[in-house]
């Protein structure tokens, strides 16, 4: 759309070129046929509006399609400006978050949880909450911890003096 600067025009500009080269083809027809004025005239009105229809009907489903792009590209827009929202929200907490799979692998930390733990995120990706075991906490503690990890749950209980 580089030389229009809407549907419309482009539309306008189709249809005018079309109604051209009908006019083109049906002079072409009248003095190869010897087809009358009349003859010309009808057949050039008659394909002009075959045409008009056609070109109403498929530039219809594009605006249609073009306004529901528009809106996704907005809605998709508003999504990312949520996400980049949130995402620096997470990075810039003064609490430590991390973010583990079911089975309990890191799939994320953000700079507070790095800097309680010790651990650079490059060390944590991949690995389960195993690499944070320091001996300090009994079995029970372990097991309460990996059921609320597998169940999707949040859980606070990375220090000894954290209940939740």
């Not at 949520?82 to 994320?108: H, K, M, P, V, Y």
């Not at 995120?121 to 597998?150: C, M, N, P, R, V």
């Amino acid at each position: 759309m580089k030389y229009f600067k809407s549907l419309k025009q482009l539309k306008y500009a189709i249809i005018f070129l079309a109604f051209l080269a009908l006019m083109v083809l049906e002079a072409f027809s009248a003095l190869l046929f010897g087809h009358s004025f009349q003859f010309v005239l009808i057949n050039l009105v008659i394909g002009t509006m075959m045409f008009v229809v056609f070109a109403e009907i498929v530039f219809y489903f594009v605006e249609q399609f073009q306004t529901k792009l528009e809106q996704e590209i907005k809605e998709r827009k508003a999504v990312e400006e949520t996400l980049l929202l949130r995402s620096s929200a997470l990075e810039a907490a003064a609490n430590a978050i991390a973010i583990t799979d079911q089975n309990g692998r890191f799939l994320w930390a953000n700079p507070a949880f790095t800097e309680l733990t010790g651990y650079a995120l490059s060390e944590l990706l991949g690995h389960t909450s195993a690499i944070l075991k320091s001996g300090y906490h009994d079995d029970l503690f372990y097991k309460d911890f990996w059921q609320t990890i597998t169940a999707g749950q949040m859980t606070t209980k990375f220090r000894p003096d954290v209940d939740s």
